[in-house]
Structures are given as structure tokens and as C-alpha cells.
């Protein structure tokens, strides 16, 4: 698989049963994103880059996502746990034998995110015009989708609009209504995020000049900015809390471990 592919895979189709016309598609157990959360800046660096990347790969191939929200977006967690975790209780063992321990990191076990629900996508031919209608995805603050009589539009902007949006939210700007906060040490992300949501969809980046600019951005970042703690706005990790941080990510320094754990 094209290692920019972020599509969850599909593992096997079990075919309909006699009598039946419906099939079974087999899919990897994924995991809400913050089922352990971020502990350093770089590792939601890499979380950006596959996010951005796979965004890349499906409109390079004239595909349209259609619904890049928070929670069509998932994570392969398994590897940071000594034993697979149950896929309904995350703090028990899959065979229930007990409680799940700590997971590891990611920074030393880096972990992939894929995008999920295709059920509002749409490909199109490299003729056609890139135009839709509705039903939107679940992002209501897109400009194009609270003008008048729902006129149709690009699909490709709203995926950029809708991508940056997670960002802004859950990292730069945080929610109110939703109880969502924002995070220290992110602010290198504000210029592109910002162009990514602009008002008008044709001044928005495409998602080639996404990448390329986020290269440019984490090329400029600094090892200790990147094993910098990721640390919610108005909460501390407090001294002792900062001391064990800086100890465990010194140490794995010295070991030669990256502090963007790309997988």
C-alpha cells in the first residue's frame, strides 16, 4: 500500500451467505485518536503529516472525502499496549483476563491514523466538474455550506477547510460549547491553518501546497520544541510531572530515538 495512503484498509470481504446479499467487509480494530493522549509536540506533528498527506493521496486521485471531522479520523493503537485491548472497555484486555496496562509511547512505538466513513465521498473523472450537492458532513461551520438554498461547490476546499478545522479546534482555538481545550505550543500552525479555513475556497491552499508548506513549518522546529510536552491550556503537569518528562525524553535522546516518531 502507498505508504501516503490513510484510507483505512480493508483486510478481506466475507462473502454473502447463501440467501443473503450482503457481504462482510474486515477492517482493523481502530481507536478513538486520544484513547492515550499525545505526550509531545512532535508526536502530534506525525499525526498532522499522515493526516495531511493521506488528504493528499485521495485528491491526487480525484477523490473527495466529503467529511474530514474529529472522529472520522482513527488511530491503529494496538501496537502501545502489551496486550491487544478490548474494543468497547479500552481499560480491560480483549479476553477480559484483567486490566489493560499503561500504554506505551509513541514516541518509541510510532503508530499510523487513517481516515474512516466514506459514505459522503465522491470520485470524480479527471474531466468532470468537481462539483456537489447535498447532504454535507458533520463540520456545520463551513462557509460554503451556510449560504443560501445550498448551492452546490468544490468538494476539495471543504475537505482542506474541514481537515484545518480539527486542527484549529482541538490544538489552536479549543471549543466552549464543546468542553474542548486548547493546547500549549502549537502556534506554529496558525498561519497555515488560518489560510486552510479562509472564507473564500479559492483562497484556500490546496493540499499539495499544504504538505509542502507543513514541511517548510516542522523543518524549522527544533528537537527540544518537538519533545516538548503537550500540556492543555489552564492544566500543568506540575514540577515533578516536568521533571520525570524532560528525564524520560533526555533519555530517549541519547538512545537515538526521534522525537517525530514517523510510522
Same mark, same amino acid.
Given at each position: 500500500?502507498?505508504?501516503?495512503?490513510?484510507?483505512?484498509? #480493508?483486510?478481506?470481504?466475507?462473502?454473502?451467505?447463501?440467501?443473503?446479499?450482503?457481504?462482510?467487509?474486515?477492517?482493523? #480494530?481502530?481507536?478513538?485518536?486520544? !484513547?492515550?493522549?499525545?505526550? =509531545?509536540?512532535?508526536?502530534?506533528?506525525?499525526?498532522?503529516?499522515?493526516?495531511?498527506?493521506?488528504?493528499?493521496?485521495?485528491?491526487?486521485?480525484?477523490?473527495?472525502?466529503?467529511?474530514?471531522?474529529?472522529?472520522?479520523?482513527?488511530?491503529?493503537?494496538?501496537?502501545? %499496549?502489551?496486550?491487544?485491548?478490548?474494543?468497547?472497555?479500552?481499560?480491560?484486555?480483549?479476553?477480559? /483476563?484483567?486490566?489493560?496496562?499503561?500504554?506505551?509511547?509513541? =514516541?518509541? =512505538?510510532?503508530?499510523?491514523?487513517? $481516515?474512516?466513513?466514506?459514505?459522503?465521498?465522491?470520485? $470524480?473523472?479527471?474531466?468532470?466538474?468537481?462539483?456537489?450537492?447535498?447532504?454535507?458532513?458533520?463540520?456545520?461551520?463551513?462557509?460554503?455550506?451556510?449560504?443560501?438554498?445550498?448551492?452546490?461547490?468544490?468538494?476539495?476546499?471543504?475537505?482542506? %477547510?474541514?481537515?484545518?478545522? &480539527?486542527?484549529?479546534?482541538?490544538?489552536?482555538?479549543?471549543?466552549?460549547?464543546?468542553?474542548?481545550?486548547?493546547?500549549?505550543?502549537?502556534?506554529?500552525?496558525?498561519?497555515?491553518?488560518?489560510?486552510?479555513?479562509?472564507?473564500?475556497?479559492?483562497?484556500?491552499? /490546496?493540499?499539495?501546497?499544504? &504538505?509542502?508548506?507543513?514541511?517548510? !513549518?516542522?523543518?524549522?522546529?527544533?528537537?527540544?520544541?518537538?519533545?516538548?510536552? &503537550?500540556? =492543555?491550556?489552564?492544566?500543568?503537569?506540575?514540577? $515533578?510531572?516536568? !521533571?520525570?518528562?524532560?528525564?524520560?525524553?533526555?533519555? %530517549?535522546?541519547?538512545?537515538? !530515538?526521534?522525537?517525530?516518531?514517523?510510522?
Amino acid at each position: 500500500m502507498n505508504p501516503r495512503n490513510r484510507c483505512v484498509p #480493508l483486510v478481506d470481504v466475507i462473502p454473502p451467505m447463501e440467501g443473503s446479499s450482503n457481504a462482510f467487509m474486515v477492517m482493523p #480494530l481502530l481507536f478513538d485518536i486520544d !484513547i492515550t493522549p499525545f505526550e =509531545t509536540i512532535g508526536e502530534a506533528v506525525e499525526f498532522f503529516r499522515q493526516l495531511f498527506e493521506g488528504l493528499q493521496f485521495m485528491h491526487n486521485h480525484n477523490f473527495a472525502h466529503g467529511d474530514c471531522k474529529w472522529n472520522n479520523i482513527m488511530a491503529d493503537s494496538a501496537p502501545l %499496549y502489551s496486550h491487544p485491548p478490548h474494543p468497547v472497555n479500552n481499560h480491560m484486555r480483549r479476553d477480559y /483476563t484483567g486490566f489493560q496496562p499503561s500504554p506505551g509511547s509513541r =514516541t518509541v =512505538t510510532p503508530i499510523k491514523y487513517y $481516515f474512516i466513513d466514506f459514505d459522503l465521498s465522491e470520485v $470524480f473523472g479527471p474531466d468532470d466538474v468537481r462539483l456537489r450537492l447535498p447532504p454535507w458532513g458533520g463540520d456545520s461551520t463551513v462557509p460554503e455550506h451556510n449560504l443560501p438554498n445550498d448551492p452546490p461547490c468544490d468538494p476539495f476546499p471543504v475537505d482542506v %477547510y474541514c481537515l484545518a478545522n &480539527v486542527i484549529r479546534q482541538w490544538y489552536l482555538d479549543g471549543v466552549e460549547e464543546l468542553e474542548i481545550k486548547p493546547k500549549h505550543g502549537f502556534e506554529f500552525m496558525r498561519e497555515l491553518v488560518s489560510d486552510m479555513v479562509k472564507d473564500n475556497p479559492q483562497e484556500r491552499p /490546496t493540499m499539495d501546497q499544504v &504538505v509542502t508548506r507543513y514541511d517548510d !513549518i516542522i523543518n524549522g522546529l527544533g528537537e527540544w520544541k518537538l519533545r516538548s510536552p &503537550v500540556v =492543555t491550556v489552564g492544566e500543568s503537569l506540575g514540577i $515533578f510531572g516536568l !521533571i520525570g518528562h524532560w528525564v524520560k525524553h533526555f533519555v %530517549y535522546h541519547l538512545r537515538g !530515538i526521534p522525537a517525530i516518531p514517523r510510522a
